[in-house]
């Protein structure tokens, strides 16, 4: 499976992001430069995070049949204050549903196999490369 979404400039530090048939604005805060018209790039990628860790315990919770009711996860994380250094994640997950704490430690290990902690936890690398064109679009 491969993962693409390209951001275009709308509005000096406004983009927007499209994924499939999906859009969305990113932007910066004002006091950064931005005009504050949607989430920074960090807090797509702690919403990243928090939706898959989500949609990972709803789908193992369905697969057992557990009832885990209602499922929320909190990511909260600060960017490495320098290269080389690590970024550390905190994630919260609550469900308010009738399990034991066998089931709700079983969570959490499942959790930590969600496709975007893998990603985050493994090693990753990146090809970048600058092309000139007559007219981005």
């Not at 920074?40 to 990972?56: D, G, K, N, V, Y």
């Not at 609550?94 to 704490?101: E, H, K, L």
Request: hydrophobic share 35%.
């Amino acid at each position: 499976m491969q993962v693409k979404a390209r951001a275009t400039r709308e509005d000096h530090l406004r983009h927007s992001v499209r994924m499939r048939h999906h859009s969305t604005t990113v932007d910066e805060p004002i006091d950064m430069g931005g005009e504050d018209s949607g989430p920074t790039p960090q807090e797509l990628m702690a919403a990243s995070l928090a939706s898959c860790t989500a949609i990972t315990l709803q789908m193992y919770a369905d697969k057992k049949g557990w009832d885990i009711g209602e499922v929320e996860v909190e990511c909260t994380y600060k960017p490495a204050p320098e290269r080389g250094c690590p970024t550390r994640f905190e994630l919260v997950m609550r469900v308010d549903g009738t399990i034991d704490d066998e089931q709700l430690e079983r969570l959490r290990v499942i959790a930590t196999k969600c496709p975007v902690h893998r990603v985050l936890d493994g090693e990753v690398m990146f090809d970048e490369r600058v092309e000139r064109v007559a007219h981005v679009g």
